[in-house]
């Protein structure tokens, strides 16, 4: 390894980055917006998709049974709601578990001391072998006798689902448009760049540095604009999640948000490898239309 | 060494800066290229070194056809030339040291090589002990043996001068000249396009003389007039 021809090339990436400070701080500030807000989006779209999915996973039919229902008439109507074919599951929940089982879930977010009495009906929670077969399995079940009231969730799963994906096509417009942006700011913060280092070049040129050793610094200088405005994004993403994360989480109870993941980790070498590519490319171009001319 | 047959230049905006020319230069001769502005001798050592590209003609430079290189073999076409220019082309960020070297690290030597071979030039052209200077701090005539020295780091077999003396006064040329004389000693090939009367005939070198573009007369051991030292001249 010849340490000397990588102290040279290091040296001339950082000679020119430094040079050109004003240029290269907007090219790593559009970055770094670009990235927070596809930080941003995924985040919403992972919420949504874990969202969905879990709404859909509870599309269950709850069948309240009327209060003055006997253990007997219990017993007759979950065996006749276990007899439909249509029916995967069926499961009985006295309100006492019911009760419970509410408190249990929204412990630390609502003082449930504060209701009086216990205000659930015992119900049955039945689900169906297909989604699709919700309504007419509902339908059935509301006309059985001792059964008071029948709820099922459908159409709003169905309608959150469906915001779900009009939210991501938005995103991915204003994401691309993003980095477009980005790409042009970056591209044109290099062509200056070799605009001020034309005489450099073309002495390279003239003493035989072939196109690979002339673009190359120009390319890490945009890789390295990327992958500093990937830097500041996760450090903006950061704090966001470490300081409005809570918060929001406390502030809408009643979306479940504590069980979706938002694991900034994870993201971190996407968001890196994004920024680098951003900066890369248009560097390329930047420098490959110099060359060319 | 450097062939050109038949060669024509004209410039996108209509200009014939070089018309049928036919020259033949050997290997280790020295050689001025001389003639009025505009005659075409720039030209020609623009298609020696692959800056232009001939309308039509063979130009063929250390047994390589530059007329029908490909963009991408320019780099290793270079790389046997050394190319110097009036205004001296150094990077004034870059101590001399530095714009020698770049040379150099530009191509891909590797560093021991670099250590080895950049003191020796800056040592040939009698600069070594201004080597941490910057081009700002020299006189022209140290500029431009600065600027020899990078175009000989690399070992060219041919080196081509454009107007080496044009931004220096009497003593500093004939100093250019004489360092660019023990460069061809050492077995290199010259040609020194050049304005430069007193030089042409102080060297009595081959002259290759051009007028609107043509050879019009190429003399062994010549002046920059034809047959005429500049004493003649001046006297007649």
Known sequence: MDWGKVKFFLGEVLRNFTRNAGMQATAIGTVAITIVLLGTFLFIRAALAGLGGQLLDQITISAAVANNASNAQVATLRRSIAADPRVASVEYVPKEKGWADLRRRLRGQIDTTLIPGNPLPDVFRIRARHPEAVPSVATSVARLSGIASVRYGHAEVARLLQLGDVLRRIGVGVIVLFFCVAGIIIANTIRLTVFARRREISIMQLVGATNFYIRAPFICEGLLAGLVGALLAVVILGVARATIWPKLVSALVFIPLNSVSFQLGQMVGELFVIGGAVGLIASWIAVGRHLRA | ??????????????????????????????????????????SMLRLLYREARPTSGEITVDGIRVDRLRRNRIAALRRHLGVVFQDFKLLVDKTVWENVAFAMQVTGAHTRDVMRQVPRVLDLVGLAHKSRMYPGELSGGEQQRSAIARALVNNPKILLCDEPTGNLDPVNSNEIMELLSRINLKGTTV?????????????RRRVVRLEEGRVSTDEERGYYYLGLGQGQVLSG
């Open chain 2, 1 to 42: 060494m450097l062939s050109l047959r038949n060669v024509s230049l004209v410039y996108p905006n209509g200009v014939h800066a070089l018309d049928h020319v036919n020259l033949e230069i050997a290997k280790g001769e020295f050689v001025f290229l001389v003639g009025d502005s505009g005659t075409g001798k720039s």
């Open chain 2, 191 to 203: 040609v020194v396009a050049t304005h430069n009367q007193s030089v042409v005939d102080r060297m």
